[in-house]
C-alpha cells in the first residue's frame, strides 16, 4: 500500500513537473511563434527571429536588473526587438532585399552583439535576477496536478494566453487581419484596393520584433533569471517552424509551442521520475521532435503564395 501511495506521488509529481516546465519553456516560443504568424501572414519569411530574440533578452535583463521590475525588462524587450526589425523593415520591404539573407545577418548580429555587450558590461561575471511573483487563479489553483503548473503563474503567462484569443480575433474578424492575409497572398490585389502593401507589411515585420523581443525577455528574466551568451539555443529557429505548422491558426501555435516546451524541459521532469538518460540524448529530443513534426504535419502547412517575395509595385 505504500509502495502505490508512493508510486501515485511520483507520477503527480511528474505530471506537474512536466506541465510545468511545458509551459515555462513554451512560453518564449508561444510570444515568438505569434510574431512569426503576423509576418508570415503578410508575406514576409522572418529568418531573423533569434537575433531578435537575443536583442530581447539581453535588453530585458538589463531592464529588470537596473530598474528593478520585471515589467521594465519586459518593455525594453519589446522595444529592442522592434528596433532590431527595423533593418528588417528597411532592407526587405522597402528595399526588396532577400529576406532569408537579412534574417540570417540579423541573427548571426544578435549573437555577436549581445555577447559583446554582456563581456562589456559584467565583464566575467553574470549576475542573477530574483525570482518573479506569480499570481494564482483563485479555486482554479488547487485543481490537481494542473492547479500549479497552469494557474499560479506571472502575469505576463495570462497576458500571453489572452493575446493569443486577441490574435484570433484579429485574423478572423478584423479588417487588420483580412489586410494581412491579402499582403501574404495577393498583394496587388491589396494594393489596387487602396491598402499599401509596404506600410502592412512594415507593421507586421514590426509586431513580429516586438514579440520576439518579449520572448527572449520572458527567457531571461522569468525562464533563466540571468542572461547568458546565446541564451536562446536554437528557440527562435523553432518560433518558425511552429509559425509554418500552424497555418496562421493562433490556437495552434499555442498547442505546439508547450508541445515543444515539453521536450526543452524534459530533462528535469525525467530526472524526478527517476530515469536518467544520457544528457546528449535529452537535448537532443527538442531536434528530434521537430523533425518528427515536420514530418507529420508538413504536408498540411499552408504558406502564403507571396512568403518571402518582395513586392513592387506595378510589376507582374
Not at 530526472?271 to 518528427?292: C, E
Amino acid at each position: 500500500m505504500t509502495g502505490l501511495l508512493a508510486s501515485q506521488l511520483v507520477t503527480n509529481v511528474f505530471w506537474t513537473s512536466v506541465i510545468a516546465g511545458g509551459l515555462l519553456a513554451g512560453i518564449p516560443l508561444l510570444f515568438t511563434s505569434l510574431g512569426e504568424t503576423i509576418s508570415e501572414r503578410a508575406g514576409i519569411l522572418n529568418i531573423g527571429l533569434e537575433g531578435m530574440m537575443l536583442f530581447g533578452a539581453y535588453a530585458g535583463f538589463l531592464g529588470a536588473y537596473y530598474g528593478n521590475t520585471v515589467w521594465l525588462g519586459y518593455l525594453a524587450g519589446i522595444a529592442a526587438g522592434m528596433a532590431t526589425s527595423l533593418i528588417m523593415v528597411f532592407l526587405c520591404v522597402w528595399l526588396g532585399l532577400d529576406q532569408i539573407v537579412v534574417g540570417i545577418a540579423i541573427t548571426l548580429a544578435g549573437g555577436g552583439i549581445t555577447s559583446v555587450l554582456q563581456g562589456a558590461e559584467f565583464g566575467d561575471t553574470y549576475p542573477r535576477l530574483g525570482a518573479v511573483g506569480t499570481t494564482p487563479i483563485p479555486l482554479l489553483d488547487r485543481i490537481p496536478v494542473l492547479g500549479k503548473s497552469l494557474f499560479d503563474q506571472p502575469l505576463i503567462v495570462y497576458l500571453g494566453f489572452l493575446m493569443v484569443g486577441a490574435l484570433a480575433w484579429i485574423f478572423r474578424s478584423t479588417n487588420i487581419g483580412l489586410n494581412l492575409r491579402a499582403a501574404g497572398e495577393k498583394p496587388e490585389a491589396l494594393d489596387q484596393a487602396g491598402v499599401s502593401v509596404r506600410a502592412t507589411r512594415s507593421w507586421a515585420a514590426l509586431s513580429t520584433g516586438a514579440f520576439a523581443g518579449l520572448g527572449g525577455a520572458y527567457l531571461s528574466v522569468v525562464g533563466a533569471g540571468i542572461f547568458t551568451p546565446f541564451i536562446t539555443q536554437g528557440q527562435g529557429y523553432f518560433g518558425i517552424v511552429i509559425a509554418m505548422l500552424s497555418r496562421g491558426r493562433a490556437g495552434l501555435v499555442l498547442v505546439f509551442s508547450f508541445v515543444f516546451g515539453v521536450t526543452l524541459s524534459l530533462a528535469d521532469s525525467l530526472q524526478i521520475a527517476g530515469i536518467n538518460l544520457s544528457t546528449d540524448v535529452v537535448n537532443m529530443l527538442p531536434f528530434v521532435s521537430i523533425i518528427a513534426a515536420l514530418i507529420i504535419f508538413a504536408r498540411s502547412s499552408y504558406l502564403p503564395p507571396a512568403l518571402a517575395l518582395p513586392y513592387v509595385r506595378g510589376a507582374r
